[in-house]
């Protein structure tokens, strides 16, 4: 049986999706972004001009697939990341799911039960996003530091109820390397298995340790913000990575940057979005290929290795999460 994905562009075969990158953003907007009236006008076909630039650019090394984990409180917009795979060539999934409370915007899914949420998650897949016909690939999952809030923990726990229903894998955020292995209990007590999860930004902190738990428990560790190097050094980022292939988990590691491409409205706490070259100047989404894959290699990891991480877990983690669903769901009656 092949797993069958939803991308932007309609079902595709798990294995068809070739190299993926696992956490890029097309758009984002921070929730309430358009009250900030001294910024210019969003002016659309410019900023989906730009992205398929940095898209083309992308595919030139090989990338075919690409994830962008925007969830549904963070300026989504379906029918922009569509256009934007359409004219670059490069395969896009979009997701369903929300943020963290502290930065998303949960009221009206704070009001509503839980029943209510798997509901409207499940809907996002199976029928599509609003009237866009776009079927969302995953869903997000977030979480913030510390502490995981009683709204975080239903959404995570009608992600993990909605993924069940739908075959669909989890993709999370953390902040500062804490709370995965919560967002895991969460996802296993509603009875999802590990390996539906990625736990995102797990590369924000020198911490083998951690990166290595969440492994052992089968999830996928995300060493996702590559080039985000005034969080974590690049360096520390690929230290942590190799050590994490070495102890016999280069099947749970997952690679990609977490750039955002374009940003309705300024950044969160009105920085211009021209500042980011000077704060991080390698936090572009061919980083991976032009300086990270060359130096994992002289570190000695094999391309054979590399492949493994940016094609084989993509592929295998869909394929999981899709036979997880499968494995979870009640045996129809005889
Ligand atoms: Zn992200």
Request: net charge negative.
């Amino acid at each position: 049986m092949t797993t069958q994905v939803n991308t932007v562009e309609g079902r595709r075969d798990a294995a068809s999706l070739g190299r993926t990158l696992i956490h890029e953003h097309v758009l984002v907007g921070f929730p309430g972004w358009f009250m900030d009236a001294r910024q210019p006008p969003f002016k659309r076909a410019e900023a989906i001009q730009r992205a398929v630039d940095a898209f083309q650019e992308l595919h030139a090394h090989g990338v075919t697939t690409v994830i962008d984990p925007c969830p549904m409180d963070l300026g989504r917009d379906v029918e922009f990341i569509a256009e934007v795979g359409q004219k670059s060539g490069v395969t896009l999934i979009c997701t369903t799911g929300v943020y963290a409370e502290s930065m998303g915007i949960p009221y009206t899914l704070r009001a509503l039960p839980i029943e209510a949420v798997t509901e409207i998650f499940v809907k996002e897949i199976e029928d599509g996003i609003g009237s866009t016909g776009i079927r969302a690939g995953l869903i997000k999952i977030a979480t913030g530091e510390g502490h995981v809030t009683d709204y975080e923990k239903k959404m995570i726990a009608a992600s993990a109820r909605a993924a069940k229903i739908t075959g669909v894998p989890l993709i999370s955020h953390t902040e500062n390397c804490s709370c995965g292995h919560e967002q895991i209990d969460i996802a296993t007590g509603e009875g999802l298995a590990a390996s539906s999860l990625i736990v995102g930004h797990s590369d924000g902190r020198d911490d083998h340790d951690y990166q290595r738990s969440l492994a052992e428990r089968g999830s996928y560790v995300g060493f996702d913000r590559f080039g985000l190097e005034q969080i974590v050094p690049d360096q520390v980022r690929m230290k942590n990575l190799k050590m994490l292939a070495d102890a016999g988990h280069k099947a749970r590691i997952m690679v990609s940057h977490d750039t955002v491409n374009c940003w309705l409205g300024g950044l969160p706490g009105g920085a211009a979005p021209e500042t980011l070259n000077q704060i991080a100047p390698n936090w572009r989404m061919t980083n991976l290929f032009e300086r990270i894959f060359p130096e994992l290699k002289r570190m000695g990891m094999t391309q054979a290795d590399l492949d493994t991480i940016v094609a084989e877990n993509p592929r295998r983690y869909f394929e999981e999460a899709a036979a997880n669903a499968k494995a979870a769901a009640p045996k129809a009656a005889e």
